[in-house]
């Protein structure tokens, strides 16, 4: 099977996660979106490895997993210090870096 | 033109794949969005075993859908919004903007398949993804980013305190 298919859907993918980040104003629903995006990513990772039978792909993947978790704690960590000073997590209402 | 497994296999992970994930920007629930980001986290991960990266389907549902999503799913509870903050639709113009941007690079991603050198697969040898190949990998040719990442889990975890505690 071609692996054009599998870049066609992770570019569908991504696509689906930067209208989510582009429109939602949600902050949780964003931060999803972006995950959305990053797997995405491994998922172009994944396919030109198995096209150029190298594990390079399959390393970097791995480095991608390690990052979005690391990014899921300290936004999550973010949203809710927000939170707390604003009551709100919708990102339209938070526009000033000082009160 | 016959049809084998894996192409079955691929779109019976695809569609799927591509239901939830329009989900996770539809919901206006936090907590469905969730739902539907795990449902599309285990599709996925199908379709990496597709690809032959067994390890990372494993990681995926293991951190991803596991460790992560818990912790989206913690922080929903924690935040206990209420109903106001559902009602709240996105402006009319942002949308359109937003789907102009996302129309703009799907067309500069196709342009960029259509370029790329996808050719002919290669044979794999057979312990192609496995966790013996891929740490071998991880531990010779990166291994200073495999080092630099444990530096950096550990500047999340002290972060995430940092920033999430309100005194400490």
Known sequence: MPVEYYLWLAAILFGIGLLGVLT???AL????SVELML?????????FARRSGDLAGHAIAFFVIAVAAAEAAVGLAVVIAIYRSRGAINVDEVRVLSE | MSVTAEQVTFWVFAIPLVATAIGVIVSRSPVYAAMNLVAAFFFL????VLLVAHLIAFMQILVYAGAVMVLFLFV??????GDEHLIKEPRRAMQLIGALGVVLLVAV????IAQARTG????LTADFGTVKAVGRVLYTQFLL????????LLVAIVGAVVVAKERI
Do not use: D, Q, W
Not at chain 2, 76 to 81: N, T
Not at chain 2, 120 to 123: D, G, I, K, V, Y
């Open chain 1, 29 to 32: 629903i964003l931060m999803m």
């Open chain 1, 24 to 26: 939602k104003r949600n």
């Open chain 2, 120 to 123: 002919e697969l290669a044979t």
């Open chain 2, 145 to 152: 980013p495999f080092e630099v990442t444990s530096l950096l």
């Open chain 1, 39 to 47: 797997n995405a990513a491994n998922l172009t990772f994944l396919a």
């Open chain 2, 109 to 112: 991603l196709a342009s960029a």
């Open chain 2, 45 to 48: 991960a199908g379709i990496y």
């Open chain 2, 76 to 81: 929903i509870m924690l935040l206990s919004l």
